[in-house]
C-alpha cells in the first residue's frame, strides 16, 4: 500500500531553490492572512497541491475525533534551562532533576529562557496537515553541516575532547568490554549523549538488534546480514512488477528530496536507500512505504558510516569504502530502522491513526503547560494538525540539522518507549521553546511560517541537551497519565 505525505509540486522546488526565503504571497502589500482560508487564497497563485494531498487529508479525517484524557495535576511548574549550563551532562536527567525526579542519580536543578531571533526560514518539506483542501509553505531542507560547532564532536569530526570527554568515553569502552553488557547501565549513559567512538556498537545494542552477550555478536551479526540480502534476491526483481511499481517510483522520487545532499545523491547512496525502503514496505504490507519513513533511514546509515571513517560522512566519497563495509552497513541499517519502526508502526498504517493521536496529545499537553501559547494559536485559528503533523511523521528530522537528530536519538534509544512516547513530550518541549517568538506573531501567515521554518540550523547538541531535558520534566510530571494518553 502506498500513501504520499503532502509535498511540493516542481514548479514549488524551482521556486524555493531561488532563495531560502518564501516568496511573497502577492505582489505590493497584501493584505494580512488572519485565517487558514484567506493564506490559502493569497497564495493560490505561487503553490498548488495534488490530488494525492486531498486523499491523506480525507484519510486523516476519519479518525480525528479522538477523545485524549489526561489525569494529572490542575497546575504544572512548568520550569525553563538557561542558555548556559554548568561542567556536566546538560541533557542527563540527573543532573537536572536529582534523585526525586529520576531514575538515575542525584544532580541540580538549571533554569532557561527563550532568546533565540527568528532567523531566514530554512528549506523544509512542508506539510499540509488541515481537515480540508488547504495551501501550505512547501520548502525542501536545507544542505545543514553535520557539524557546526567543535563541541559538537559526539556528532561528527574528531576534535580534541576535554578530559570529562575522554573519561565517559572510557566508561562506555569499559561497559562494552565486558562478556555481557549491562543493558540498563549503557541506557543510563546514553542519555547524555554517546561519544561517536561508541556509538555505532551502543545504537545496534540499545535498538535489540544485537544480543547483550559479547560471545554472540558476531553470529548473530553475520546471521542477520545473510537475511537482509536473501530478501534482497528474493524480492527485489519485483520493484518494476505491476503491483509494486508504484511503491518503487515513490521511494525514487523521495530520496533526491532528503537531507543531506551531498550524501544521498550519492548514486551508491540512492541505490542503498532504495532497496532498504522497499524491502520494508514489501515486508510490512500493513502500512507498506509512506513518505516520512525514507527520512528514518538516514540516522542510522550516517552513524554506521562513522565505523569505517573519521572525517565528515557530508565530504566523504561513500563509494570508496570496501564492498564488505558497504553491505555491512545497509543490512544494519535496515534492521535498526525496523526495530525503531516497529514501536510506532501505527504512525504509517492507514489514516495514520498514531500519528493522530500524538497531534491530539500534543495540543492537550501544551494546554496544560502554557496557556498563553496554547490560546494564541487558538486566537489565530492554527490548528495543531497543520505544523505537528511533520513533527510526528518525520520525528522533528525537518525542524532539525543531523546532527541534532543523532544526538536525539542517543536518548530515545535510551529512554523507555523514546520514539512512541517520549517524543511526545520533545515535541512539546520544542514547541514551547519558541514561546517568546510565537506569542509576537499577530496573524495567522506569520505563526504558520514561523512553526514551518523554526530556526534550528545553528543548533548543536547544547540546544538539545536543553531540549531533552525540559522534555524529561515534563514526561515526570505526567507520569499519571492514561496508557492510551502515551501511545
Known amino acids: 500500500m502506498l500513501r504520499n505525505t503532502p509535498r511540493p509540486t516542481s514548479g514549488n522546488r524551482n521556486l524555493i531553490k531561488a532563495g531560502n526565503k518564501p516568496p511573497p504571497a502577492t505582489p505590493g502589500k497584501p493584505k494580512k492572512a488572519t485565517t487558514f ?17 486531498d486523499e491523506l487529508l480525507a484519510m486523516a479525517a476519519q479518525n480525528l475525533n479522538i477523545e485524549v484524557v489526561m489525569e494529572t495535576a490542575n497546575k504544572v511548574n512548568y520550569f525553563k534551562v538557561e542558555d548556559r549550563v554548568e561542567e556536566g551532562d546538560a541533557t542527563s536527567p540527573e543532573v537536572l532533576f536529582g534523585s526525586q525526579s529520576s531514575p538515575y ?25 488541515a481537515l480540508h483542501r488547504q495551501r501550505s509553505l512547501p520548502h525542501r531542507p536545507p544542505v545543514i553541516p553535520l557539524v557546526a560547532r567543535m563541541a559538537d564532536q ?52 540499545l535498538s535489540g538488534y544485537l544480543p547483550a552477550n559479547a560471545e554472540r555478536r558476531e553470529s548473530v551479526l553475520q546471521r542477520k546480514r545473510q537475511e537482509y540480502f536473501g530478501f534482497i534476491q528474493q524480492y527485489y526483481d519485483s520493484r518494476n512488477d505491476e503491483h509494486h511499481q508504484d511503491t518503487y517510483r515513490q521511494i525514487h522520487i523521495d530520496i533526491p528530496r532528503m537531507s543531506p545532499e551531498s550524501l544521498v545523491l550519492q548514486p551508491k547512496v540512492t541505490e542503498i536507500f532504495e532497496r532498504i525502503l522497499f524491502i520494508w514496505a514489501i515486508r510490512h504490507p500493513a502500512s507498506g ?59 504509517y498504517t492507514f489514516a495514520q491513526p498514531g500519528i493522530q493521536k500524538k497531534v491530539k496529545a500534543l495540543e492537550e499537553l501544551v494546554s496544560r503547560i502554557d496557556e498563553s501559547v496554547h490560546r494564541h494559536m487558538q486566537q ?26 543523532i544526538r536525539l536519538w542517543d536518548t530515545y534509544q535510551a529512554e523507555p518507549e523514546g520514539f512512541s512516547h517520549f517524543h511526545l513530550y520533545v515535541c512539546a518541549a520544542f514547541l514551547v521553546r519558541w514561546r517568546k517568538e510565537i506569542l509576537e506573531e499577530r496573524d495567522f501567515q506569520g505563526l504558520m511560517i514561523l512553526l514551518q521554518n ?15 531535558a525540559e522534555a524529561y520534566r515534563l514526561k515526570f510530571a505526567f507520569a499519571d497519565a492514561p496508557n492510551h494518553y502515551k501511545r
Open 454 to 468: 523554526l530556526p534550528t540550523m545553528h543548533w548543536g547538541n547544547e540546544e538539545v541537551s536543553v531540549l531533552l
Open 154 to 205: 559526539n556528532t561528527s569530526g574528531t576534535p580534541a575532547m576535554t578530559e570529562r570527554e575522554a573519561s565517559r568515553l572510557d566508561k562506555f569502552k569499559q561497559l562494552l568490554a565486558g562478556p555481557n553488557t549491562d543493558l540498563d547501565e549503557l541506557r543510563k549513559l546514553s542519555w547524555s549523549g554517546i561519544p561517536r567512538q561508541v556509538r555505532p556498537i551502543a545504537w545496534k545494542l
Open 105 to 129: 542519580t542525584d544532580g541540580r536543578l538549571v533554569k532557561s529562557h527563550s532568546e533565540a531571533p527568528i532567523g531566514s526560514p530554512k528549506d523544509a518539506a512542508g506539510e499540509h496537515a
Open 289 to 347: 512505504y509512506v513518505q516520512g519513513i525514507n527520512d528514518l533511514v538516514t540516522p542510522f546509515f550516517v552513524v554506521f558510516v562513522f565505523e569505517y571513517i573519521e572525517e565528515e560522512v557530508e565530504n566523504f566519497d561513500v563509494s570508496s569504502l570496501q564492498e564488505e563495509a558497504l553491505r555491512n552497513i545497509e543490512a544494519d541499517s535496515f534492521w535498526c530502522m525496523s526495530k525503531l519502526l516497529d514501536g510506532i508502526q501505527d504512525n
Open 380 to 405: 489565530y485559528e492554527v490548528e495543531y494538525l497543520q505544523f505537528a503533523f511533520r513533527w510526528m511523521n518525520n520525528l522533528l528530522m525537518r525542524e532539525l540539522p543531523l546532527r541534532c537528530t
Open 37 to 53: 482560508q484567506e493564506f490559502e487564497s493569497i497564495t493560490s497563485d505561487a503553490w498548488d497541491v495534488g490530488d494525492d494531498d
